[in-house]
C-alpha cells in the first residue's frame, strides 16, 4: 500500500511539474510574440511617419532616418540618400498624400522589410500625378535604431 502511495505522489509530481513547465514554456513564447508584434508595429508607425516628413518636405527628419548607403528606386532611376534628400528640398518630387491600403512586415534577422500598397500623390516636375504602388521599405537595426537602408516604387498596372 505504501509503495502505491509513493508511485502516485510521483505521477502527481510529475504531471505538475510537466505542466508548470509548459505554462511556462507559453508565457515565453506568448512574450516573443507580444515583443515581435510591438516592433512591427513601431516600424509601420515610423513607415506612416516617414510619409508625412516627405509630404511636409521635413527633411532634417528624413535626414536622420535615412541611412548613409540607403538606395531609392523610382520609375525613372536609382538615387543615392543625397539625391533623394535633394530631389524632396528642391521640388523635383513633392509627395503630397500617400493613401496606405495594405501594409505587411517581415523580418532577417535584424532587418526589417515593409511591403505598403499605396496610392501616391505627387507632383512631379509640376505635374501632380496619382498612381498605386507596392512600395517596398527595408529598415536595418543600427544601434538600437531603425535606418532606412532601400526605398523601392514598383508601379501597378491595374491600380
Known sequence: MERKIIKNNNVKFLILA??????IQGVFAQQQITSEEKTKQELINLSKTKWQWMAKINVDSLNDLFHQEAVFVHMGGV????????TIKSGGIH????????????????????LDKIRLTAVVG????????IVTEVYVLVDGKWKLGSLSFTRLLNG
Open 126 to 133: 509640376g505635374n501632380e500625378v496619382v498612381n498605386p504602388f
Open 79 to 86: 538615387m543615392s540618400k543625397e539625391q533623394e534628400l535633394n
Open 18 to 23: 510537466l505542466g508548470m513547465i509548459l505554462g
Open 95 to 114: 509627395y503630397k498624400h500617400a493613401e496606405i491600403q495594405e501594409t505587411s512586415v517581415r523580418f532577417v534577422g535584424n532587418t526589417a522589410v515593409i
